[in-house]
């Protein structure tokens, strides 16, 4: 029988296809099976219309290559067929690609031709059987020592079907675990390669697909808080610590409670919300001898970062603060886990404390030459060799050095490390050229950053250096806004933070005419200062001091103070520094 196409589309078709190739194609595809004039008027009833017309077997082979993939090889598909049609698999593939269903890969044997193509041929097929289909495929790639994200998601595709059509619970429980197994195992080697949005991805659903009393889940939610926090969502990584917490608990797991006590404690500091540095400091060095006992490398090594943290990046004991790192660098070593982290805080030691920048330079291009750096751990060096080498007047290449960290944490999505720090390397390198404008403008972006991510203690900080930048140019009432926020943000015992704030409010107070107030804030901080070992926060607040005496009329107080603050730059080896004394001295 001939047929006559009309060659203008109704109305309800002319809608269906404007915009939509796809449709088009199909539409053609349509009218060349049945002679219609009318096709049916949506995309998915047009889809469903053809996928009705095939033959059993064809359909068959579509139907499980749809929960193989959008892509797929032939003995995959086969291995989900009876025994006795699996030969045939690759010529029902073959007239499927004739009539436009699939595409021929070459990296793959087969591609469904669209994704919308993919999802009805996968939504069409009955539920017992795409359950059925995605276990016995897993049980297939597990057999091929598949990766365990692949087996992972089949199984918890299998899951989700299962409950979906009310299966027993000991069926569902074993599924669940089984998948949530393999997801985990597949989050933690991501976790590895420190990409933070898969570890999220995989550790959410695993710990989802867990069964509450599990001792897996409850270490992996642990896990998932540090991503969360990796990632610049503080109040995620809270929620889940917490949790983690509360779980161990109801179940006498003492071991994985305090891990996820001493993390849960971290993150409260740095969001400054009821815990010091030095309350984190003793849950620290108390879990450390239980952690050693208990063999638990990736727990000690925590610990040994935390512990350092906040010797150094509150109370800058940054000696202290690289003896901690070099300890957890150990034991993350020895528990075979990638070590970006210990080695951003030995950096970030090496670049606050006493070792003078040549030597502490140095020591940071010999670990970016060790093979077990990785991108990560690349960036957390590279952002504070960056500032190293500025301070000895390559200023520059110091900025090249934290733009390809920033580059790379931005690819990892590690945007709490890019806040934390490039925006406290970047600008101090502006203050190092003397452009107060970049640095504050750099500053700003940091503040903004960090202040979304609810990470108080580190903004606290860069607040009160963008206090600072801001008052280097005069604006001085915006300075004290901004002072305000930085004092608001800070925890009682972050000497960082005061080191920041304090020399400024010094300065502010002795513009207002209050010098013996400002005088006696200026030489307090510089009391403190003089009890840590950060040589260049030492030398910025002694020429703070000097700007506080000269404007309070002590003018030969204030030379001794730049001369002591010289020393502490030359003791440093901070070139650029030295150079740029006479703009904090103005």
Same mark, same amino acid.
């Given at each position: ?22 449709f088009l194609e199909q539409l053609v595809a349509h009218v060349r ?79 469904? /031709? ?23 495929? !897993? ?10 994200? &692949? ?7 299998? +899951? ?41 991805? &995989? ?41 983690? !917490? ?31 540095? $030095? ?22 090594? /925590? ?28 034991? +993350? ?14 950096? $970030?030691?090496?670049? $606050? ?15 970016? !030459? ?24 390559? &200023? ?5 050095l934290v733009a390809r960290a920033r580059e790379i944490f931005d ?73 305000? !926020? ?24 002795? /513009? ?67 150079? $740029? ?6």
């Open positions: 029988m001939s047929t006559t196409c009309s060659p203008i589309p109704c109305s309800t078709t002319r809608r269906a296809i404007e915009g939509n190739p796809l099976e049945t002679g219609l004039l009318e096709p049916p008027p949506t995309l998915r009833a047009l889809l469903a219309a053809r996928l009705d017309r095939l033959g059993p077997g064809e359909r068959g082979v579509l139907e499980r290559a749809a929960v193989v993939g959008r892509e797929f090889a032939a003995a995959d598909v086969a291995e989900l067929l009876d025994a006795a049609a699996a030969p045939t698999a690759r010529a029902h593939l073959d007239v499927l690609v004739r009539r436009g269903f699939l595409l021929v890969a070459t990296d793959v044997d087969f591609r469904f /031709r669209h994704g919308l193509i993919h999802d009805a041929v996968y939504r069409g097929a009955p539920k017992e059987r795409r359950a059925d289909w995605h276990e016995r495929l !897993a049980d297939h790639l597990d057999r091929r020592r598949e990766p365990d994200e &692949l087996v992972g998601f089949h199984l918890e595709r299998a +899951y989700l079907l299962q409950a979906e059509l009310g299966a027993d619970d000991r069926r569902l429980r074993q599924l669940a675990t089984d998948a949530g197994t393999r997801l985990g195992s597949a989050g933690m080697l991501v976790w590895k390669r420190n990409d933070v949005h898969a570890t999220v991805g &995989l550790l959410e659903r695993a710990t989802s697909l867990l069964p509450a009393d599990s001792s897996l889940a409850r270490e992996l939610t642990c896990e998932l808080g540090l991503a969360f926090l990796a990632g610049g969502e503080a109040k995620r990584a809270t929620d889940a610590l917490a949790f983690g !917490a509360r779980s161990a608990s109801s179940v006498g797991d003492a071991h994985v409670e305090l891990r996820a006590r001493m993390e849960l404690a971290f993150v409260h500091l740095l969001e400054n919300t009821g815990t010091s540095g $030095q309350e984190l400091l003793d849950i620290t060095q108390s879990a450390i001898p239980t952690f050693e006992a208990l063999k638990d490398d990736r727990a000690l090594g /925590r610990a040994w970062l935390l512990s350092g943290y906040v010797q150094g990046g509150s109370h800058l004991r940054c000696k202290a603060w690289e003896e901690s790192s070099e300890r957890a660098l150990e034991s +993350y070593r020895r528990a075979g886990l990638p070590v970006a982290t210990c080695l951003g805080q030995l950096s $970030q030691a090496l670049y $606050q404390g006493p070792t003078p920048a040549s030597e502490a330079a140095a020591r940071c291009a010999r670990l970016l !030459a060790e093979e077990t750096v990785g991108p990560a751990g690349e960036a957390n060096v590279l952002v504070f060799l960056g500032g190293l080498v500025a301070m000895r007047g390559r &200023l520059d290449e110091g900025r090249d690819a990892l999505g590690q945007m709490g490390l890019a806040a934390a720090l490039c925006g406290e390397v970047g600008p101090a390198i502006e203050v190092l050229a003397g452009d107060w404008q970049a640095a504050e403008l750099a500053l700003l972006e940091s503040c903004e950053l960090l202040e979304r991510a609810r990470l108080n203690i580190t903004f606290a900080t860069r607040a009160g250096e963008l206090a600072a930048a801001i008052y280097a140019q005069g604006r001085y009432g915006e300075a004290d806004t901004w002072l305000r !926020a930085a004092e608001g943000a800070a925890s009682k015992d972050d000497l960082d933070a005061r080191l920041a704030s304090q020399p400024v409010r010094a300065k502010l107070l002795a /513009r207002e005419g209050d010098h013996d107030r400002a005088v006696q804030v200026a030489r307090d901080t510089v009391l403190v200062a003089q009890g840590t070992d950060a040589l260049n926060k030492r030398a910025r607040v002694l020429l703070a001091y000097a700007d506080v005496l000269r404007l309070s009329g002590h003018e030969d107080e204030a030379t001794e103070s730049t001369e002591e603050a010289r020393r502490c730059y030359e003791q440093k080896e901070n070139v650029a520094a030295i150079a $740029q004394m006479a703009a904090f001295v103005s």
